[in-house]
């Protein structure tokens, strides 16, 4: 050991444990010192090796003290403080104000630096752990860091969180809060942003309750950001557990409640999301929801329950399952609107919304034109929103109507094909269903209505229907025109039986339809006048083929037949009210007048004069 003198003192030791204080004045009468310690050794929880901590500073009177005036380089071999441990580390440090540590002659001890870009790197229990910022600052017992980044696990899937700042405080535990925070668990395909809330380290486990944003980490979103109040997330041991209830922003329904469970070591994990009742209606749309249906339903009126649940193993295989049914759900399709549908889905890969074949829906009405009831559709949900219909069935006019196998891609702006076929269809119960008047025909037909839906509309292109054998008929009583030619020309056509009609349909249902008939093997009815019956002797035996041309606006067509039937469903759209509202009343009331010849007398009204409702009016 040596020892200087002169301006200043300083001593010497050699040997393994190396070291070099050295001594001098100081302001306003202190002592300087500074000097390198090199520490190794435990202290309470925990261990270091080869800490080496650059001292400078002075001694005043009165135990007045001040170590650390300038920035200085601490680092250490190994750390261990509970079950975190770190390897070599450098981290820079500098006094915020007169110096890092420090005490006045009758103050108490204060300590406060500043740590400009530190890095930490070492294990978390036994899972890897890196923590970096932009900056970190230590003012007595609490400090913060600027611009947070932290990685925790495995290096395939760990659990990434970043913070714009971190908050926290020593104490019997750590403790702390934080705000602008993201984070990612494992292979959980969620993203948590804009995160606020508080932190606490107890008995080696980490707690974290916050609010956030969460959002789909899929590069092209399958569904819009969400948002959680009740987050809550726990480290302990080797497991990371987390739990919170997702809300659409907007509205604040209830999407889904959360659960996830990720296992540090393997980094294997799973995700359950829980569905208990997501209603749509007129304040809450699926297309606010996802975008996966825009252009595919709207105006849904109902509610999704179910259940899923995402796999994710060590490897990094992905794998995602789930049940999820409706009942009693009202919608408008690209093919007409649609209510009563009720199904149960069960997704074999929930991500890619693919669902195992045969899935069965029962829908009670659906209107592409003309409105079908009770239908069962077997179908099948493929990856990139499309969706294999197996088979579609309908009673239908005292037949089946056939919906044939297709498939409907909804992932792009393109026409949706679908071929019907009709298996006995009784065209009384068709005009009947109608309510014209005047006109009846018969007769039980088969055939295929090839249609297409696109932004346009939708069409029937080359529809085909045959009459079974042996045929029907077709008999007019409605008013006839006046005039020699034409009135004959009723009498003679308006009974009519035929063994063969084929019936030929194309165009818009919304517009021009064109319908084409065949009708072959035709004789005629009994006819009423002189001229009409001369004309039907004439042409008995002959013969008779008939084609007819008709074009008509299908849809207005058949919505005006509806109306003479139940006009509620032409006033409806006008009403400032659903004219099927439990409050409301609604009678359709059919008048019929009939011509009296002469001798009819008069009634007389003998209903007494309506009375001034009551003060107060009625209900």
């Known amino acids: ?82 079950s975190l441990q770190l390897g070599s580390t450098r981290l820079p440090v500098c006094p915020v104000g007169r110096a890092i540590v420090s005490k006045s002659p009758s103050g108490p001890v204060l300590a406060s630096a500043r740590m400009p870009s530190p890095v930490l790197n070492g294990r978390l229990g036994g899972s890897p752990f890196h923590l970096q910022a932009a900056s970190g600052l230590l003012t007595g017992q609490q400090f913060g860091f600027d611009k947070l980044g932290m990685r925790l696990g495995r290096e395939t899937s760990p659990i990434l969180f970043d ?9 019997r535990d750590l403790s702390g809060n934080f705000a602008g925070a993201s984070a990612t668990i494992g292979e959980v395909p969620l993203l948590l942003s804009d995160g606020v809330g508080k932190w606490l380290y107890r008995n080696k486990d980490l707690v ?19 948002k959680t109040d009740n987050l809550h997330l726990a480290i302990a041991r080797d497991y990371v557990r987390a739990t919170g209830a997702l809300h ?66 060590s490897g990094g295989k992905v794998t995602s399952t789930g049940d999820f049914a409706t009942a009693g759900m009202d919608l408008a399709a690209p093919f007409g609107p649609v209510t009563g549908l009720t199904t149960s ?43 294999r219909i197996e088979r579609g069935e309908w009673p239908f006019m005292g037949g089946r109507l056939i919906l044939h196998e297709t498939i409907l891609n909804f992932g792009s702006p393109s026409a949706k094909r679908l071929t019907f076929e009709l298996q ?20 039980t037909f088969d055939g295929v209505l090839p249609m297409i839906f696109d932004e346009n509309g939708g069409r029937i292109v080359g529809g085909r229907l045959d009459s079974r054998p042996p045929g029907g008929r077709l008999h007019y009583t409605g008013t006839k025109p006046e005039g020699l030619v034409a009135g004959t020309a009723v009498n003679l056509l308006s009974d009519i039986r035929y063994r063969s009609m084929i019936i030929r349909l194309d165009g818009d249902l919304a517009g021009e339809f064109a319908t084409r008939l065949t009708v072959d093997q035709v004789s005629l009815g009994p006819s009423h006048g002189l001229l009409a019956g001369l004309v039907r002797s004439a042409f008995s035996k002959l013969p008779i083929r008939l084609n007819v041309n008709i074009n008509a606006p299908f849809r207005a067509l058949i919505q005006m037949g509806k109306a003479f ?23 359709v009331l059919s008048t019929v007048k009939e011509e009296q010849k002469g001798g009819a007398k008069p009634t007389i009204d003998t209903t007494p004069p309506p009375q001034a409702p009551p003060p107060g009016g009625t209900k």
């Open 208 to 226: 974290v309750d916050s609010s956030a944003m969460v959002s789909d980490r899929n590069p092209d979103p399958r569904f819009y950001p969400l």
């Open 248 to 313: 659409h922003p907007a509205t604040g329904a209830l999407v889904t409640d959360v659960s996830i469970e990720h296992q540090l070591s393997s980094g294997a994990g799973h995700a359950i999301l829980d569905v208990p009742g997501l209603a749509f209606g007129p304040n809450f749309q699926p297309d606010e929801l996802t975008r996966l249906t825009e252009g595919v339903v709207a105006l849904v009126n109902g509610t999704v329950k179910g259940r899923g649940r995402i796999d994710w193993a």
């Open 565 to 587: 039937k139940d006009p509620t469903q032409v006033i409806a759209p006008v009403m400032p009210f659903p004219v099927d509202s439990p409050a409301l009343k609604v009678e």
């Open 345 to 387: 889905v069960h997704f074999t890969d929930l991500l890619e919304m693919e669902s195992a074949p045969h899935q069965v829906a029962t829908i009670a009405t659906i209107n592409p034109g003309i409105t079908v009831t009770d239908g069962v559709i077997h179908y099948q949900l493929l990856p990139h929103n499309l969706v």
């Open 424 to 443: 006995g269809f009784d065209a009384k119960m068709f005009i009947d269903s109608l309510g014209f008047q005047g006109i009846e025909i018969t007769g």
């Open 1 to 82: 050991m040596r020892m200087r003198c002169g301006p200043g003192f300083g001593f010497e030791k050699r040997g393994p444990g190396m070291f070099a204080m050295h001594f001098g004045p100081g302001p306003g009468g202190s002592t300087a010192l500074s000097t390198l310690a090199q520490l190794d050794g435990k202290f309470p929880g925990g261990r270091v090796q080869a800490l080496r901590l650059p001292i400078q500073g002075q001694v005043g009177k009165g135990g007045s003290f001040a170590f650390g005036t300038s920035c200085a380089v601490v680092s250490f071999d190994y750390l261990r403080m509970s």
């Open 163 to 171: 913070a714009a700042r971190l908050n926290g405080r020593f104490g």
